[in-house]
């Protein structure tokens, strides 16, 4: 019984981008086929691995952008990546920005929880009303 269900994601085309956001959720970037229930798997450009599913998210390269294919089962995949792949893509749009600014020689930091935040306040010396605070949502913070 196969439990896989592919997504063609169309803005999603920047395969750097959904690399870094997977490795900053902890999760492996490997070339090999993806792992689904019992011994299912299936070929794959790219195969997204985390320490904490049992099953990994295949990443198909098309003319039109990345198609990404996961087993849902038992929701492993989507404690580690999000519903529909959303905690995933929140991380891949916080790439995108974060390589407009590398680019344009501005320093990035994601803030993804109230330690992020802490941590970026003390190495910037922000306090007070300068300071930054975590509000529960994913945010990406540009040094001009």
Known sequence: MSHW??????????EEALKRAWIALGGQVLTCNAKGYYTSTIPCDLCLRHKDS????????ASVGLWLETDWYQGHVERVA???YSKLLEYYQSELVGQVAEAEGQQWWRVASTEDAQRINENLGLWGDEALTYNGKLMTVILK
């Open 82 to 84: 999000g519903k529909e």
């Open 54 to 61: 049992p099953y990994d998210i295949a990443v198909k390269r």
């Open 5 to 14: 269900t592919k997504t063609q994601l169309r803005s999603l085309t920047n």
